[in-house]
């Protein structure tokens, strides 16, 4: 199960300056519940159900069980007549199914208000403790004030039939969709969470059930991205956005720190101090000291907080700066391509693609010849599959700059995803699966990647890029070996943690040095999303609920795109549901004894 989660697009996960602006289809090791789906063949939103299901089926035969109400008509008994020609009063029941029978006819003409009396009549007449047709009697008057849009008297009715007979199909399902009428959508997805346990899940019930559950995450995520203020951030995010850019101003530019350095009434010395040693909230606060009082480098303290700002995901203000040191006529032809490449990243964390590659172009009207823009185009092109526009770009970077480290091993590294992809299909097409391990040319381009990490052997993103690789081709060891290496080089990276945690997962298909890893990862780095999401994940398949829906609300509070939010509310919900349909399992344990045993052996749903 677990190779298979080892993405072809994880090769620019992580990867230098890519950390914001990378679509979320192709994020870093998107561990999330619509992968899964695709993993277990089923829709996403039931997946979480579906764990208890896989469970009780591979260990028990599964057991013809009916649990439809019979729509079946009672046989109307014809008015005995005794000796004396006396006729024999009808039961309650048949009067009750009597009163059925009227208002079914009632329905077909689509009479509803007398069908609502009819079923009423039923109701009432019909034994409180009888609960093979008493269930059936509200269903069906559920039904009437169905197409009567009186939904509250729809869901009081369902609820009513459920209370007799909790297992009742009709019952749930008309509940779900009164529910969604009513925009009650958690309590529609319990419902639908229910019925996908009762039919086994059935294609039909949890496609429905993943339409209702991306409902919910939609809803919720757009409420949390609406009335958040920001993001914390940590150092190792914020130099690994910059580390792609050799032409800022401020990140690690000696001859500007001199430059301020010489300048004693000017704040930025302190506010360049404050950033480097990961000091940001009091940075912002200098930044815009040196803007609105001492105002002797203003652009380039714009540049450093709306830079800020963006990482934290204050967009609003993270505009207003780079809007303001675009429309000044002072600001250098760098330092406004600079500031155009940081508004991209705003830009595609924000699903604004459109805008974002105009940017590109004017950035490179203004400033042709800074490096930066191509070699940072060609990452979102690679991540949009547009390879050929991505070597350009690099082609372009390498020619502005030659030993640019960052273009040269994202370059390397692209071209060898695209060779082994064209490899592969090609010996599907001709069948010859050896055909891969005995390719000439594939030790040939691996050996050319080798030589690479040991021209570049200070750059942990090379080792970690080449460990990808390795553990998507199965080599997993070797893939331990280069994440070992990354790690010592590199070792506060907390997503290298996550990634060498799930090659380690894959290879011996065990939980726990992996899970401690991914502990040590988020010790390492609290606001790593990437590593509560995936130990989030792994929580659900072990079946401890409780610890998973806390490292979900933990890791939607730090995601940085509406889309992904989107996915881990949705994850959200499906554990706290499976968490309160299992407590009501528990409240009727007679009549769920065996699946109750089957979810204890298995301590949990999976």
Not at 206 to 223: F, L, N
Not at 422 to 439: F, G, K, R, V
Not at 471 to 481: I, L
Request: proline residues 3%.
């Amino acid at each position: 199960m677990h190779s298979k989660l080892i993405s072809s697009k994880n090769l620019i996960a992580n990867s230098p300056n890519l950390s914001l602006i990378r679509a979320d289809e192709n994020s870093k090791f998107e561990f999330k519940l619509w992968h899964l789906g695709v993993l277990i063949g089923v829709p996403s939103a039931a997946i979480l159900s579906y764990f208890l299901y896989k469970k009780l089926n591979q260990q028990t035969k599964p057991k013809q069980e009916n649990t439809k109400k019979s729509e079946t008509k009672q046989p109307e008994r014809k008015t005995e007549v005794n000796e004396n020609k006396k006729p024999v009063p009808l039961t309650p029941l048949e009067i009750a199914v009597d009163k059925k029978n009227q208002g079914n006819k009632h329905f077909q003409s689509k009479d509803f208000e007398k069908a609502v009396e009819c079923y009423t009549d039923a109701i009432l007449n019909c034994p409180a403790d009888d609960t093979n047709e008493l269930p059936k009697f509200y269903q069906n008057r559920a039904a009437a004030y169905d197409n009567l849009k009186k939904y509250e008297k729809v869901v009081e009715d369902c609820s009513n039939a459920l209370n007799l007979d909790p297992n009742y199909e009709k019952a749930l399902s008309r509940r779900a969709k009164a529910y969604e009428s009513l925009d009650k959508l958690q309590e529609a997805f319990e419902d639908l969470t229910s019925l996908c346990i009762l039919q086994k899940f059935s294609s039909s019930s949890m496609m429905v059930a993943d339409k209702m559950v991306k409902k919910i995450g939609e809803k919720m995520a757009a409420e949390i991205f609406r009335t958040r203020t920001g993001l914390p951030i940590s150092q190792h995010f914020v130099n690994n956005f910059f580390v792609g850019l050799n032409n800022d101003l401020i990140f690690k530019n000696a001859e500007f720190y001199e430059k301020v350095k010489e300048n004693e009434k000017s704040l930025m010395k302190l506010a360049i101090e404050e950033f480097n040693s990961g000091d940001y909230s009091v940075c912002i606060n200098t930044c815009s000291k040196e803007i609105d009082e001492t105002r002797q480098f203003v652009l380039e303290a714009k540049n450093l907080r709306g830079s800020l700002y963006m990482l934290k995901c204050q967009y609003k203000e993270a505009r207003s700066d780079f809007d303001d040191i675009l429309k000044d006529e002072n600001a250098s032809g760098r330092l406004k391509s600079n500031t155009y490449i940081k508004l991209t990243a705003l830009n595609l964390q924000n699903g604004e693609e459109k805008e974002a590659f105009e940017n590109y172009e004017k950035a490179i009207l203004i400033d042709p010849s800074n490096e930066d823009i191509y070699c940072n185009r060609a990452q979102v092109f690679a991540m949009k599959n547009r390879f050929e526009d991505s070597f350009k770009d690099f082609e372009k970077c390498l020619e502005l700059k030659s030993d640019h480290k960052i273009a040269k091993i994202q370059k390397a590294f692209f071209e060898f995803r695209q060779f082994y992809a064209q490899l592969t299909m090609y010996a599907q097409a001709i069948q010859s699966p050896n055909l891969i391990h005995e390719s000439k040319e594939l030790k040939n381009e691996t050996n050319k990647l080798e030589n690479l990490i040991k021209e570049f052997s200070d750059v942990p993103e090379a080792y970690n890029l080449y460990a990808q690789i390795l553990s998507e081709q199965e080599q997993y060891e070797k893939a331990e070996n280069y994440y070992k290496i990354a790690l010592e080089k590199d070792p506060q990276n907390a997503a290298l943690m996550v990634q060498r945690a799930l090659n380690i997962m894959t290879w011996t298909n065990d939980f726990e040095e992996p899970i401690k890893m991914l502990n040590q990862a988020i010790e390492t780095d609290q606001t790593c999303e990437f590593a509560l999401e995936t130990l989030a994940t792994i929580e659900i398949q072990r079946g401890n609920l409780p610890r998973a829906v806390e490292l979900f609300e933990k890791a939607i509070q730090l995601t940085r795109s509406e889309e992904s939010m989107t996915n881990l509310c949705c994850m959200l919900v499906g554990a706290k549901t499976q968490f309160k349909v299992l407590n009501k399992l528990s409240q009727n344990p007679e009549a769920n004894l065996d699946i109750l045993n089957k979810i204890n052996q298995n301590k949990g749903f999976y």
